[in-house]
């Protein structure tokens, strides 16, 4: 690489980590926590709000089933949390879901379940960045109006700072999302003093508006449908719960430990605070429409489509702190910030899923190789561009795009603790022991409950959230199933053609003869290095090959021949429609057709040159021939080069640029050979 892209990729990413450094970048739990726990943690700030803004299609007076929604998602939260606390502990080599249903469940279960991931990963950038870029563009209105380019932008530099490895990037979100929950749990704390025990009112921004209800007084299965909608909205605030257990291999020893810690941990934070932030914005009377600028009223008097309608947490953050205070500005930020960073929960699972799919010949092969920092930087990419993408087609839009969420997360949930039912039902069959008898039967109950709970989640979440978008995300689903199914086959196909069979072959047996070719055009110095290369392998039969596009260049060839004295003979093929590659290839091949047992071995001169615009002004009608007798089976093909000056002209900027050390590759001056102690020899 030249210096040109050498030295910017050294300062973006860093300088390159030998394969055994990989054990230094293994995380501890305080940065294992932000690493992957930032995408349920981060959710808090939005899932509240899908909650209310589901419930405001029936008015205000809907709002008080808010706090018995806000139970249900913490049961089903303690409930996943619970389950997949038994996953990392029986499956700690880090495949998380995809590994459980593969093992459990069979292959295809494995791969519907890596399906669903993936499309999850996908979405969780492009749902958390679009987030944070709402929030974000409630202090700073520039974002807001271009905030498809704002949220392309942050997804660039998101995967810019993963490139640079997995415990340098935890290292740098560690600190936003600490502070985003400490502001959260000082927001709730102040504001229950406030209200509790000094009796203060606190107002939200929306406090005095009133919300047109597109249908009122809904009673029956009509009110039941739209609260397991605002459950099936509010249950965004478990997405990511799942990265931990894909995860373990990124933990420090003792790796299944840690990541259970972690599990519990992240999940008493997030359910405390998503509760804590669903109460106040009771206590403010935070007010959310689907349809704000028709459905918000002021005064009677709809708000229009100038208005912005903030979160919920930003709306409780300006009742608690008050608008412009400093705590307010700080939480703002940090929520802003962390919402961004929440994407980083996908950026860690999407490229070691990944991996282990390419290990598996699910994915292509190139995603199972680690880059210069020790991440995978291939899978690390190919997440960006997926994400940019759906930003881009949905405009950053994130009420459109959490419509497709959660839908490929449930799949995985719920296949999961269905394979880890199996799990614990085959070790019972063979365990003798009683308290590890009574263990497992603790585990299998907790893993029932959590697959009924999560199954049930599920369907409820594809019949209320269908029509809205999840469609998309089943579809998803189904071409990635489809396109690793058909790589799977290619890898299958490939490797049972290229097996070596216990009884040897054609491909072992010595061919009858060689016949070899050197192609002519003129005679010149690369045309004879190419003669005398041939004549070195011993062919049994050698002639020299051209194609007659113009008599007088041909008769020209040949006097050049005979005057020379060049002892191989030289064949000429008439083209009148002056083609190169056609007359060489039916030749090829009727030599082939006449001795189908025997090789023919093909040499073509070819000049090397030193600037890739040289490329361009020689070796087309070379790179094309080659190219075709590729598919020739029994051709074999052989470039003999001739270097130009250009060429050697690189390969001395080559070595200047071997002996250059890009800023960030060596950290203390260049490294000093010890020298050897010469030892003196009695005689």
Known sequence: MSKLTDLPKRILIGRALHSNKLGETLLPKRVALPVFASDPLSSVAYAPGEVLLVLSVAGVS????????????????????????????????????????NTNLGPKA??????????DYVLTVAVSISSGVENLGSAIPFVVEHKTACAVGVIVLLTLMNLRGVKESGKLFAIPTYVFVGGVFVMIFWGAIRGLLMGE????????????????????????????????????ALTGVEAISNGVPAFRKPKSKNAATTLALMGGLAVTMFCGIIGLAM??????????????????????????????????????FGNGSFLFIVLAAATALVLFLAANTAYNGFPLLGSILAQDR????????????????????????????????????????????????????????IGMVRHWNRHLLGESDPAKRRHMVRSRAINTFGAFFTGLVLVVVLLTKFTHGAWVA???????????????????????????????????????????????????????????????????????????????????????????????????????????????????????????????????????????????????????????L??????????????????????KRARKRAEWDAPGSVRRGPVVQPRKEKTATKK
């Not at 005064?299 to 608690?320: F, H, K, L, R, W």
Request: charged letters at 20%; glycine letters at 6%.
């Open 201 to 236: 009112t606190m107002k939200a921004p929306t406090a005095d508006y009133t919300i047109h209800a597109e249908h009122q007084g809904l009673a029956g299965f009509a009110l039941v449908f739209l609260l397991l909608r605002a459950f099936s909205s509010g249950c965004a």
């Open 62 to 101: 809907a709002y008080h089933f808010s706090p018995w929604i806000a139970v249900a998602v913490v049961v089903l939260m303690f409930t996943v949390v619970a389950s997949y606390r038994q996953n990392v502990h029986a499956y700690p080599s880090g495949g998380g879901d995809y590994e459980v249903a």
């Open 283 to 320: 206590a403010t009377k935070v007010r959310m429409a689907e349809h704000p600028a028709t459905d918000l009223l002021k005064d009677g008097t709809p708000v229009g489509d100038d208005y912005t309608q903030n979160p919920v947490i930003s709306q409780v953050a300006e009742a608690v």
């Open 474 to 628: 089943l579809l998803g689903m189904v071409i990635f199933y489809a396109t690793m199914t058909a790589i799977r086959k290619h890898y299958d196909r490939v490797a049972e053609e290229i097996a070596v069979a216990d009884e040897p072959g054609d491909e072992a047996v010595r061919p009858s003869r060689v016949h070899s070719i050197v192609l002519v055009s003129k005679i010149h110095k690369p045309t004879l290095r190419a003669l005398a290369y041939a004549k070195l392998m011993r062919s049994d039969t050698l002639e020299a090959l051209t194609i007659s596009v113009d008599h007088g260049e041909t008769k020209a060839l040949h006097e050049e021949w005979a005057r020379r004295g060049i002892d191989v003979p030289l064949k000429v093929l008439d083209s009148p429609y002056r083609e190169i590659t056609r007359p060489i290839i039916e030749y090829v091949k009727r030599l082939r057709r006449e001795s189908p047992r025997d090789v023919v071995s093909v040499y073509i001169p070819e000049y090397v040159v030193g600037h890739w615009y040289e490329h361009l002004l020689h070796n087309q009608s070379a790179l094309r021939l080659k190219g075709r």
């Open 110 to 119: 494995g791969l519907t379940v890596a399906s669903a991931l993936l499309v």
């Open 630 to 651: 590729l598919f020739t089976p029994g051709v074999m093909v052989t470039s003999v080069p001739w270097q130009l000056d250009s060429s050697e002209a690189a390969k």
């Open 362 to 417: 699910y994915l292509p092969r190139q995603l199972h190789t680690r880059g210069d920092r020790l991440a995978f930087s291939n899978g690390i990419v190919l997440l960006a561009g997926a994400a940019a993408i759906l930003v881009f087609i949905y405009g950053a839009d994130s009420t459109r795009l959490i419509q497709l969420y959660i839908v490929g997360v449930f799949v995985s949930f719920t296949l999961s603790q």
